[in-house]
């Protein structure tokens, strides 16, 4: 059975930080394309990160600079550094997995594999 599952999130004031972990289980973890995305009340989901089968990352131009995608594949666990949150990073944020060798992409109708997400709320 595959699962996904969120930690780390939380309330930050603006410019504060949060790590975000998303422990994976039941699927081959090397073979597969990683992502974060984050969806707020009433918006549509987007994309945050990826991070491929060999380590290449893509960002969300809103977070470029800010985040970091990350994995360890002993552990199993995708992470998302995130610094200098603004209230605009309000959401809930869910990690995904596709089977995928090469670039990842950031539709999430193509990622097969979802966490229930964890809340990251930041406060101006």
């Known amino acids: 059975q595959v699962q996904l599952a969120e930690s780390g999130g939380g309330s930050v004031h603006a410019g504060g930080s949060l790590k975000l972990s998303c422990v994976v289980s039941?699927?081959?973890?090397?073979?597969?394309?990683l992502g974060w995305f984050r969806q707020a009340p009433g918006m549509e989901r987007e994309a945050v990160a990826q991070i491929d089968i060999d380590d290449r990352t893509t960002y969300a131009e809103s977070v470029k600079g800010r985040f970091t995608i990350s994995k360890d594949s002993a552990e199993k666990t995708l992470y998302l550094q995130m610094n200098n949150l603004s209230p605009e990073d309000t959401a809930l944020y869910s990690c995904?997995?596709?089977?995928?060798?090469?670039?990842?992409?950031?539709?999430?109708?193509?990622?097969?594999?979802w966490g229930r997400g964890t809340q990251v709320t930041v406060s101006s």
């Open positions: 039941g699927l081959p973890f090397a073979d597969y394309c």
């Open positions: 995904a997995a596709v089977l995928r060798a090469g670039i990842c992409g950031d539709r999430a109708a193509d990622f097969h594999y």
